[in-house]
């Protein structure tokens, strides 16, 4: 798992321990699996290549997500980012951020409505974007490279790599000054 996804991921563990101490039920629905508690958006906002960037980069970008009880989204997350120019997205990637920032906003639009009324509870998942300006680009192919397939894995993985260091706001605090010092190390200088 890279940086990205283990940094990125502590804010929605920390919700799920939340949840968790509170005793409400959070249900975690992998990409592509039946989410029994929701329909999805009739017509969800799905972001658009990002107009800032002027190279044709195909990139795809996996957002995890906190479906709400009243169906709006939060807790936003890239889980895993790709970029055929620069590979899997680092922290250090300035390349992804726009795309990363058009997926979470499209997503942040979403409203999902409850399949059977009173019966409303928070479900996390995820959804995989493909940026891509040739429409000629096999979509398919190029989301795979960011689809989590099973989002409680990826959790719970992402969880135990926290838990090393005792807890997980310690993990995400020493990643953070892990990235600080890679972001402002002059080039060629090792760990």
């Known amino acids: 798992m890279n940086r990205i996804s283990v940094r990125l ?8 321990s ?8 959070i249900d975690i629905v ?3 699996a039946n989410n029994k508690i929701w329909a999805p958006p009739a017509q969800p906002l799905a972001p658009a290549y990002p107009a800032i960037v002027k190279d044709n980069d195909q990139v795809c ?15 936003f997350m890239i889980l895993k980012s790709w970029s055929r120019a ?12 726009p795309f990363a920032r ?8 979403w409203k ?5 009324a009173g019966k409303e509870r928070k479900v996390y998942t995820a959804t995989t974007f493909a940026f891509d300006k040739d429409a000629t680009g096999d979509a398919a192919e190029l989301k795979h490279k960011c689809v989590v397939g099973n989002l409680s894995a990826f959790i719970a ?8 260091t005792g807890n997980l706001k310690k993990a995400e605090e020493d990643r953070q000054r892990q990235q600080n010092i890679d972001l402002y190390r002059p080039r060629g200088q090792g760990h």
């Open 61 to 75: 970008v996996g957002v995890g997500y906190m479906i709400e009880k009243d169906g709006s989204t939060s807790g």
């Open 102 to 109: 058009n997926a979470l906003a499209a997503v942040q639009q």
């Open 9 to 16: 991921l502590a804010g929605a563990l920390a919700l799920a």
């Open 18 to 25: 939340i949840a968790s101490a509170v005793a409400e039920r």
């Open 157 to 164: 993985k992402a969880q135990g790599e926290g838990f090393k």
């Open 86 to 97: 620069h590979g899997s997205g680092d922290d250090a990637n300035p390349s992804i951020e």
């Open 112 to 116: 999902f409505t409850p399949l059977e």
């Open 30 to 32: 992998s990409e592509g």
